[in-house]
């Protein structure tokens, strides 16, 4: 076969776009593979098929109808990762509404500017629990009409309707004529709004970014270029559905392939989902990769000296197969054969410990994983995919692929999408997988980029000679130091993180001599290496333990990036807690602010 141009399959994935949105590809399932498996509830024997899903969907859309939503209307919802989330999620996109998942860790001042700036008429919530976030900021709220409760609850909002209910009625109008949902669906377009996503806001309001149909489509097409991927394929989803990488491959790529999502509820459920689906695929955030590397160095540390080697011996074989296919060099027939062979008797089985020995593909996103982390899972036989992108660029935009990718690089632009550099560093994209723009407080939408189409990401990178991209901080986050140096706080972070010890590192030294760094540990880790210890943070060995992965970091930075000193604290930094956002990114800001006293006490 004749290896097609990156012009030539933007050319092809336009074409399958062509005339597509969600609603069709809903109906294309339900007639073609009505029997198939759709949706199943982790640790439940009972499965959604596609059949019974879009007569799910039918009924609930006449049942928010009913309560006035059409299209162009928004709805929030809020409720953990369950069938009914994705139901919801669905009939609403059917009347060409705009659902839009938020944060369950938003606080209720959060909820406040999402629920006025959306202008949301519905909020679907799980329960009473979400309801308390929400009683508070009602009477604040003129455009909200109804509140949709999943779980039966009393609540005192006079527009309260439970899902049972609105779906009996909803099944009962689309009984008494079916043809106006089909009106209602065929009527919607492809450039039309699929979903709203709000970033995190760190630094600032939250935006609601508007993604078309169009958006997750071209974007679905993509991916299934990037592996062969076979039609009805089992996944995972365990990220919230307000994330875009779960949005693509929770909903939209599974409906694209027909495929059947589990859906894992509590993300400290993971390693058990993972052997009950055993994926075909998987995507996980760098914490994801990191902690599972972390489980299996552990795990080895603690083996007989027998296993040890012949761990050694065989991830030290598939390293150097991953190397070559790193640097775009043939790999040695015996080499490969010596690999199959270690594979076979070492590695897959940790896979298979793993749930993912069927995994045909691995991906990671979101933020930068330490390059050793990426070399120990391709020692035991996981080639981590790096890919980068934004909310606004509907997730991926650039990725490495199974056969062609740079270690430390985040690939090459996904066919269609252009990428070049600012003066300044900043990258600047445009193409198909840009989103709509973002929501305007009355209701229209504000472009997300300039007179050329580009969108500027805040992303800073660079770009090698073979077209790799690297992203080497965000624009904002730079830091300056009181010398003049402008340094990047991503790499010294991700190289303090590959420890096993090591949850969050933030590196500091914005207008300050040197650079220092807060350290946040991973409790698990600490207390399966040190479970004697009652105060880590303040623990000699511990302590100890953290100068030597400072030292290791500061081998591999230039002399004005290395961390001079550190603080270990004895908290832990969660979304709730307010230093990570939802997205468990790092808020700056909110770090420097709340730990000034302990970072001026470094320097």
Not at 40 to 61: N, P
Not at 64 to 69: E, N, P
Not at 90 to 96: D, F, N, S
Not at 527 to 535: E, I, K, N
Request: a negative charge; hydrophobic letters at 45%; one cysteine or more.
């Amino acid at each position: 076969m004749v290896e097609q141009t990156p012009t030539e399959l933007a050319d092809r994935y336009a074409k399958s776009t062509n005339g597509l949105t969600v609603p069709a590809l809903v109906h294309r399932n339900a007639t073609e593979f009505p029997a198939q498996p759709a949706l199943t509830a982790l640790g439940s024997d009972e499965h959604i098929t596609w059949g019974v899903l879009r007569d799910r969907v039918a009924a609930i859309s006449r049942g928010l109808a009913g309560l006035g939503l059409s299209a162009g209307g928004r709805m929030l919802v809020m409720m953990s990762g369950r069938p009914e989330h994705w139901l919801v999620d669905l009939a609403a996109a059917h009347l060409g509404a705009v659902p839009s998942t938020v944060y369950a860790t938003l606080s209720t001042d959060q909820l406040r500017y999402l629920g006025q700036h959306s202008a949301a008429s519905i909020v679907v919530l799980e329960g009473a629990a979400q309801f308390e976030k929400w009683q508070p900021i009602l009477d604040q709220l003129p455009a909200l009409k109804h509140i949709v409760l999943v779980d039966d609850a009393r609540v005192s909002f006079e527009g309260a309707v439970s899902l049972r209910d609105l779906e009996a009625a909803g099944s009962a109008s689309h009984d008494a004529d079916p043809s106006v949902f089909e009106r209602t669906w065929r009527a919607v377009t492809p450039d039309q709004p699929v979903t709203m996503l709000y970033t995190s806001g760190t630094t600032g309001d939250p935006k609601g970014v508007v993604i078309s149909h169009r958006n997750v489509i071209y974007q679905s097409v993509a991916l299934e270029n990037v592996v062969d991927i076979p039609d009805h394929a089992r996944s995972l989803a365990y990220l919230p559905l307000a994330h875009i990488a779960e949005r693509m491959l929770g909903i939209y790529n599974p409906i694209y392939r027909a495929g059947h999502v589990t859906i894992c509820p509590d993300p400290t459920l993971l390693l058990g989902a993972l052997n009950q689906v055993r994926p075909v695929g998987f995507f996980g955030v760098p914490r994801i990769w990191e902690k599972m590397v972390a489980g299996i160095q552990a795990k080895i540390s603690a083996a007989e000296p027998p296993v040890k080697a012949a761990f050694e011996a065989a991830t030290s074989v598939a390293i150097e197969v991953f190397e070559l296919r790193a640097d775009g060099r043939s790999v040695p027939a015996d080499l490969a054969a010596k690999r199959a062979a270690l594979d076979d008797q070492v590695l897959r089985p940790i896979r298979t410990m793993l749930g993912l020995e069927n995994a045909l593909w691995a991906g990671s996103g979101a933020a930068p994983i330490p390059v050793e982390v990426l070399r120990f899972l391709a020692g035991i036989g996981i080639d981590v995919i790096e890919v980068w992108g934004m909310t606004e660029t509907t997730g991926t935009a650039t990725t490495n692929t199974p056969d062609v990718f740079r270690t430390g690089s985040v690939g090459k632009p996904v066919p269609g999408m252009e990428i070049r550099l600012a003066d300044d560093g900043e990258i600047l994209i445009r193409g198909p997988l840009v989103c709509m723009g973002y929501l305007k407080s009355d209701g229209g939408v504000e472009s997300a980029v300039d007179e050329d189409g580009w969108l500027a990401t805040g992303d800073v990178g660079t770009i090698d000679e073979d077209g790799f991209l690297f992203i080497t901080d965000r624009k904002k986050e730079i830091i300056i130091t009181s010398g003049g140096k402008n340094i990047p706080p991503a790499r010294i972070e991700s190289l303090l993180r590959a420890h096993p010890l090591v949850a969050q590192a933030v590196a500091i030294g914005d207008r300050r001599p040197y650079i220092t760094s807060l350290i946040v540990l991973d409790e698990d880790m600490v207390h399966a290496r040190f479970p004697a210890t009652t105060s880590p943070a303040t623990d000699p060995d511990v302590i100890a333990e953290i100068q030597r992965a400072v030292d290791e970091a500061n081998t591999k930075l230039s002399r004005p990036e290395q961390v001079k000193k550190f603080t270990i604290l004895s908290t832990t930094w969660t979304a709730e807690s307010g230093e990570l956002t939802p997205k468990l990114s790092m808020r700056r800001r909110v770090i420097n602010e709340r730990y000034a006293q302990v970072i001026d006490a470094m320097y």
